[in-house]
């Protein structure tokens, strides 16, 4: 395929920096604030912001619903944060009411490492990098995933600490297309987690 149209949900959230990542690993990089301008990308990513805001945005804009269908339809797409409990079907320790996108196996707690003050960067082994090497992970108020169902990878733990051992990232869906971190590479420069979601975008079309 030719590159790829990526869309970044632009409601709220830190879609500047997405958008920088992907063009830079050659992708056309487009907003996505509204349903029209959804069906037009072959990918999405969800960034990080605030959940409960950025679903109750997407419901109002009329985004929410289309973009079930389009993510339960096979749509590659990675959440970062609160992307990640965007696209989760359980969430711990959510608002009242709080509604997502769905389509992961996965529970996920959020606001699992505490308050902004709790902010932290550490280095974690991430499986199926190119070049392998751990990635420099920063997590600001960061969700984790309390349980995976059968269908969904594990790509990375955290290593030391009071959260020893618990999962950030994680690869699933129906068809192995949704890819979600509780950290934010796109923080930290490293471009090989957007690369590695550009590759399943490239896959699900070259399979299509």
């Given at each position: 395929?030719?590159a790829?149209?990526i ?38 990513v ?43 079907d ?13 389509g992961?196996d ?24 190119e070049?392998?090497?751990p ?30 051992g ?5 690869r ?8 979600a ?6 923080l ?18 070259e399979?299509?």
């Amino acid at each position: 395929m030719t590159a790829p149209t990526i869309g970044v949900f632009a409601l709220q959230g830190d879609v500047r920096e997405h958008v920088q990542m992907l063009e830079s690993l050659g992708a056309d990089a487009v907003p996505v604030r509204r349903p029209e301008e959804l069906d037009r990308v072959d990918g999405l990513v969800l960034p990080g912001g605030e959940s409960t805001t950025m679903a109750k945005l997407a419901a109002t804009f009329g985004l929410l619903d289309p973009l079930r269908k389009r993510v339960a339809d096979g749509m590659v797409t990675y959440g970062t944060c609160a992307g990640m409990i965007l696209l989760a079907d359980v969430i711990e320790d959510g608002a009242a009411g709080q509604e997502t996108v769905g389509g992961l196996d996965v529970v996920v707690r959020r606001n699992a490492f505490g308050r902004q003050v709790d902010s932290f960067e550490a280095d974690v082994s991430f499986d199926g990098l190119e070049p392998a090497g751990p990635v420099h992970a920063v997590f600001i108020r960061a969700p984790w995933v309390e349980s995976c169902g059968p269908g969904v990878r594990e790509l990375a733990r955290v290593e030391g600490g009071p959260a020893d051992g618990m999962v950030v990232a994680v690869r699933g869906g129906t068809q192995g297309h949704l890819l979600a971190t509780s950290f934010h590479p796109e923080l930290a420069g490293d471009p090989r987690v957007h690369g590695l979601f550009l590759q399943m975008v490239k896959e699900r079309y070259e399979r299509s």
